[in-house]
Every structure is written in structure tokens, then in C-alpha cells.
Nanobody, 124 residues
Framework: QVQLVEFGGGLVQAGGSLRLSCAAS????????MGWFRQAPGKERDFVSS????????EYADSVRGRFTISRDNAKNTVYLQMNSLKPEDMAVYYC?????????????????WGQGTQVTVSS
């Protein structure tokens, strides 16, 4: 069992930056593929980014590619999402997710564990 806790959400002006962190429990963090998803009110949960267990491979949604960067520190059991040039349409609850597979995935059903989410609000 893996428990995930997200940190770093908040209010930022359009064009600003935030860094989300997700701390994971357990000794096997380094074997999990990790991902970030987001859900805006009234919308489905959408893929944002994912990273392989080694950190070598990453995936991004087209809407965030070039603005967001995912990374991980396996020694700290933490995955990060650096978000730059934020737009009002980025506003959502952001969820961290872990997959028992070490690969990168882009669909929610590929992930086995989820955090509680952290709110990101972008003012225009």
C-alpha cells in the first residue's frame, strides 16, 4: 500500500509559477511510475504528466508541454511538478498518482494509488 500526500497548491496570478510536491510512503517508491492529473469543477479528471520509475522517461499533456516539468527524487520518495507560465485554464485540483508498473502512463486507470489532491487557483 502506498499513501500519497500532495503539497504546494495555492493561489497564483496568470503567468506565475508553482511547484507541487507529492510525498509517498513505503519502501518501493523507486519502482513506481508516477503521474499528475487534474480536475476542474464539472469536468473529468485529465492527465497532466507522468514519469517512469527511474525518472528517465516522461510524458506530458499537449496543454502543458513546455510549461510544466515533472521530476522525482527517489531518495526522498517525492515527485514534483514545476508549473510555469500558469494560465487560468490550469486552475483545478491536482492529484498525484502511483502505478505499480514502472512505466509512464497517461490514463487514470493505469494508476493504483491516489493522493487527496491540492487546489491550484490561477487568477487572471
Amino acid at each position: 500500500q502506498v499513501q500519497l500526500v500532495e503539497f504546494g497548491g495555492g493561489l497564483v496570478q496568470a503567468g506565475g509559477s508553482l511547484r507541487l510536491s507529492c510525498a509517498a510512503s513505503g519502501r518501493t517508491f523507486g519502482s513506481y511510475g508516477m503521474g499528475w492529473f487534474r480536475q476542474a469543477p464539472g469536468k473529468e479528471r485529465d492527465f497532466v504528466s507522468s514519469i517512469s520509475a527511474s525518472g528517465r522517461f516522461t510524458e506530458y499533456a499537449d496543454s502543458v508541454r513546455g510549461r510544466f516539468t515533472i521530476s522525482r527524487d527517489n531518495a526522498k520518495n517525492t515527485v514534483y511538478l514545476q508549473m510555469n507560465s500558469l494560465k487560468p485554464e490550469d486552475m483545478a485540483v491536482y492529484y498525484c498518482a502511483a502505478s505499480r508498473s514502472s512505466y509512464t502512463y497517461t490514463t487514470a486507470r493505469s494508476f493504483d494509488y491516489w493522493g487527496q489532491g491540492t487546489q491550484v487557483t490561477v487568477s487572471s
